[in-house]
Nanobody
Framework: QVQLVESGGGLVQAGGSLRLSCAAS????????MGWFRQAPGKEREFVAA????????RYADSVKGRFTISRDNAKNRVYLQMNTLKPEDTAVYYC???????????????????WGQGTQVTVSS
């Protein structure tokens, strides 16, 4: 079965950086796009970033554009989210996700993703 395991969350001051990692297993990683979502307390889960299976195309939420970078290493079955210039409003549980099917464009809607990790907490203090 498909498993996604996030790591790298933590507590950081505003303006700092964190790098999230997601390890995938259970199917051929390089065949599938990957995405990151987040959910803050009392809010709905929202799209953060996604990347095609080759890594050739990416998409970002407007709120993180220019600050966050998604990347992947198909040899290691991992996807990363480099987060710079963090703000208190970035505080949330961050989830790694992957679709059921092979997409040829960058998926970004929550219902386009079928597999989810357990999440990792990111807290940004002011």
């Amino acid at each position: 079965q498909v498993q996604l395991v996030e790591s790298g969350g933590g507590l950081v001051q505003a303006g700092g950086s964190l790098r999230l990692s997601c390890a995938a297993s259970g199917r051929t990683f390089s065949n599938y796009a990957m995405g990151w979502f987040r959910q803050a307390p009392g809010k709905e889960r929202e799209f953060v970033a996604a990347i095609t299976r080759s890594g050739g195309s990416t998409r970002y939420a407007d709120s993180v554009k220019g600050r966050f970078t998604i990347s992947r290493d198909n040899a290691k079955n991992r996807v990363y989210l480099q987060m710079n210039t963090l703000k208190p409003e970035d505080t949330a549980v961050y989830y790694c996700a992957s679709p059921e099917i092979t997409w040829y464009v960058v998926p970004y809607r929550i219902n386009e993703f079928s597999y989810w990790g357990q999440g990792t907490q990111v807290t940004v203090s002011s």
